[in-house]
């Protein structure tokens, strides 16, 4: 039986599993920063983010 993949393209392939594996696996385990104590955490309106016109125009009626 023939493999459907050449060596090269099982060797990306798993390679790339691999990465994938380990970005996943480092965002389950890595902890958050935690906040400094004594400081204020940012006011909700200090954001500087810019609503969507298709969102603004839902969010207004």
């Known amino acids: 039986m023939?493999?459907?993949f050449s060596s090269f393209e099982l060797t990306f392939i798993i390679f790339a599993f691999i990465?994938?594996?380990l970005f996943s696996l480092a965002s389950v385990c890595i902890q958050p920063h935690e906040d400094?104590?004594?400081t204020k955490p940012p006011l909700k309106g200090d954001t500087?983010?810019?609503i969507?016109?298709?969102l603004s125009f839902t969010m207004n009626q």
Do not use: D, K, M, Q
Request: charge should be neutral; avoid cysteine.
């Open 2 to 4: 023939e493999l459907p």
């Open 52 to 54: 969507p016109a298709f």
């Open 19 to 21: 990465i994938v594996s």
């Open 36 to 38: 400094v104590p004594g």
């Open 48 to 50: 500087n983010r810019h």
